[in-house]
């Protein structure tokens, strides 16, 4: 099998109406390693080297309709076959048939009877000599095309320095009109070079003219019509035969352009090209004589690493443009944040605080005013409560949260990518704890993240290795007794660990970004579950999954479930789609657009854990749901009276009023059941109906023909 790194074989092309001759000759080259098109006539291969290259032709003489004589002339007047080594076949020898070969623009001829031991060495020779006449060509047009857009003049200053020649290409240079060319002189264009550079010019020029000192140099002119540009002048003595100076001659080009893409490039390389932030690389050489500094000054100074929460499920609400510009929003307050604190310090030398762009969502920040632990912490909660105030996008408020990591230096590190590294681990551990919130760094985080990447990987084989299963929640009529439905609950069957709490790995899986594989396992799955119900017969009751933030702002979410279920052969009311408060505060104009469609699509939606969030009523008139659940704090001491039970009414007397289902969660004990069912809430879920269950288990639950008695539905 060819590999990538294999030279192409040389592609030629056999012109010649005798087929004999022309099998022969292509035998013979393709065996000596030439791909090889035959051709039996000129008109045929003028056609087929017009959209074909060639590296040669091996061109018959002789032939009907076109000779090869004309072939020859024709392609030679074509783009593509101007520069192709033609080698002319023919059994004519005398001078007059080899001079017309020449004259028809052929590079050799081959006289027949054609040597075939000789044929591929002919070859071979051409394609070399053809290569190097196009090498040459090449680099003659390179040449050309670079002094064409060099920008370049000569100049020459006489040995008595009272005379000066500008030649036609510097008089373009400097914008100089003619009547500066025709009266040139040395003052005259000495004054175009800025103040700061014209003396020692001057200098180098007398010194090139005096004592044969070749100069070269980069300044700023003022060209004759105003303009400011970087030039660079080289310069050598002019000398004649008999080694007399006769004055300097020398070149100016301008490079205005060349300079400033230096600079741009330098910028691009070392900055964010979104948020114009120094890059990582850039913020480490930023910040290394800042640390030396504090170090010689016995002073410390704190790295915060502004990690900023469910970004990914920002851009899934808002698009990446939106998203590119809530970062620049960001990026600005982290500027005027670290000036805020420049301004405030108490010497020069804690004026050095830098911001940076470090990762797609991520920034640091080096604060040489910031020194101890007492002042890092009041310093990042300033910082969180700044990246959360609210910002408006193109009509849309959102409200951002971040995770910080903090660490100090000299404690944690003696370098910007050792000090970036911890806080970096310490905004991870910031994160695990709920987000929103800072952590300095310790040494346990190093071993935490060690276990937290392990976990990951664990977690991302569960997925793909059929490690995961459902579990289900029965939802009861608690007044009837019956099942009117359950929830999909996923658990983790580890080969090792045995069974892990969900507590475990699903903050993990909405960390690493694996919560979006897990909610597309999980609805797969359970839609499998629904059709196996049906095709067994059995009483088939709406199951509740729950939706994950990336999934439900995903712009794919519609053609996922109308896929599933065309594929599954279900309707959409087996299935109840459950969503969060703070999913749906994230961006309520989203999610008010987004709940409609699930709804017009057929499915019912699940407000979870309500009473929780922070949904006004106002907000909650406007998502278009179907069913509340009261969260499990509500309802453990309900049964009490006091706040839980107030609110536990509450919410049953709002699902009552806006026409929602209210389903209460977490119920285990009678005295709860008794008391949401005397208030109207019949509908229950919670270990006194069944715990979480397999889906067999599930079945054969949905299997009892009457599920009436003493309300208790399983153990």
Request: hydrophobic share 40%; charged share 25%.
């Amino acid at each position: 099998m060819k590999t990538f790194d294999e030279p192409r074989a040389p592609r030629l092309i056999i012109i010649d109406d005798d087929e004999v001759l022309r099998t022969m000759a292509a035998t013979t080259l393709r065996d000596a390693g030439f791909d090889v098109v035959e051709v039996e006539d000129g008109i045929e291969g003028l056609a087929l080297m017009e959209h074909s290259p060639f590296d040669l032709c091996l061109l018959d003489v002789m032939m009907p309709a076109l000779d090869g004589y004309e072939v020859c002339r024709r392609l030679r007047q074509t783009g593509h076959g101007a520069n192709v080594p033609v080698l002319m076949l023919t059994g004519l020898n005398d001078s007059a048939s080899v001079d017309l070969a020449y004259a028809a623009g052929a590079t050799d001829f081959i006289s027949k009877p054609i040597n075939w031991t000789l044929l591929s060495h002919r070859v071979r020779y051409a394609l070399r000599a053809g290569g190097a006449v196009n090498a040459e060509r090449r680099s003659r047009e390179r040449l050309e095309r670079a002094q064409c857009i060099a920008n370049m003049g000569s100049w020459g200053l006489s040995a008595d320095g009272n005379r000066f020649v500008c030649s036609p290409e510097l008089a373009q240079v400097l914008a100089a009109p003619d009547h500066a060319v025709r009266t040139a002189r040395p003052q005259d264009f000495l004054a175009l070079i800025n103040d700061s550079d014209r003396e020692a010019v001057s200098c180098m020029r007398d010194a090139a003219r005096l004592q044969g000192k070749p100069y070269q140099r980069t300044f700023e002119i003022r060209r004759f019509d105003g303009v400011t540009r970087t030039v660079y002048e080289q310069a050598v003595a002019a000398i004649d035969s008999n080694g007399h100076r006769l004055g300097v001659e020398g070149i100016t080009q301008d490079i205005t352009d060349r300079v400033e893409a230096e600079k741009r490039a330098f910028h691009l390389a070392h900055h964010d090209a979104l948020t114009g932030l120094p890059n990582r690389q850039f913020f480490n050489e930023l910040a290394s004589p800042a640390l030396e500094r504090l170090t010689r000054l016995r002073a410390g100074c704190a790295m915060l690493y502004i990690d900023i929460d469910r970004f990914k499920s920002i851009n899934d609400a808002v698009g990446y443009a939106q998203g590119d510009a809530v970062l620049c929003l960001i990026s600005a307050r982290l500027k005027a944040f670290a000036h805020g604190l420049d301004s405030l310090a108490e010497s020069r030398a804690m004026c050095e605080s830098v911001v940076s762009r470090v990762g797609p969502n991520a920034f640091a920040l080096f604060l040489t005013g910031v020194g101890d632990q007492e002042q890092s912490s009041r310093t990042a909660e300033q910082l969180l409560a700044e990246v959360a105030a609210p910002m408006t996008i193109e009509d849309r408020e959102l409200v951002l949260s971040a995770s910080i990591g903090v660490a100090l230096f000299p404690r944690d590190g003696s370098d910007a990518e050792a000090l970036i590294h911890c806080a970096e681990q310490a905004s991870h551990t910031a994160k695990t704890a709920g987000r929103g919130r800072y952590r300095f760094f310790d040494e346990t985080i190093n071993k935490d993240a060690g276990d937290h990447l392990t976990r990951e990987n664990e977690l991302r084989r569960a997925i793909t290795e059929n490690q995961l299963c459902l579990y289900y929640q029965p939802k009861v009529d608690a007044d009837r007794g019956t099942v009117i439905g359950a929830e999909a609950l996923v658990r983790w069957q580890h080969p090792q660990k045995g069974m892990v709490p969900p507590g475990e790995f699903i903050p993990l899986a909405e960390e690493s970004g694996l919560i979006l594989p897990l909610t597309d396992w999980l609805l797969e799955r359970a839609c499998s579950d629904l059709r196996h119900r049906l095709d067994m017969g059995l009483r088939t009751v709406p199951v509740s999954v729950n939706l994950s933030s990336p999934s439900f702002a995903t712009a794919g979410l519609r053609s996922q479930l109308e896929e599933l279920m065309a594929r599954h052969a279900l309707s959409p009311a087996y299935l109840v789609l459950e969503v969060t408060e703070s999913l749906l505060m994230s961006d309520v104009e989203l999610a008010v657009d987004r709940l409609r469609e699930l709804r017009d699509m057929g499915f019912k939606v699940s407000l979870d854990d309500f009473g929780t969030g922070y949904s006004s009523l106002g907000y909650l008139k406007r998502f278009p749901i179907d069913e509340l659940k009261i969260d499990r704090s509500f309802v453990t001491d309900a049964w009490r009276g006091g706040r839980d039970g107030a609110i536990a009414m509450s919410v049953i007397a709002l699902g009552r009023a806006f026409n929602l289902r209210v389903v209460a969660e977490g119920v285990e004990t009678p005295a709860q059941a008794e008391f949401l069912l005397a208030h109207g809430c019949a509908y229950q879920q919670g270990f006194l109906f069944g715990k979480p269950m397999p889906n067999v288990d599930f079945n054969a639950l949905l299997a009892i023909p009457d599920q009436r008695g003493n309300g208790a539905v399983a153990d």
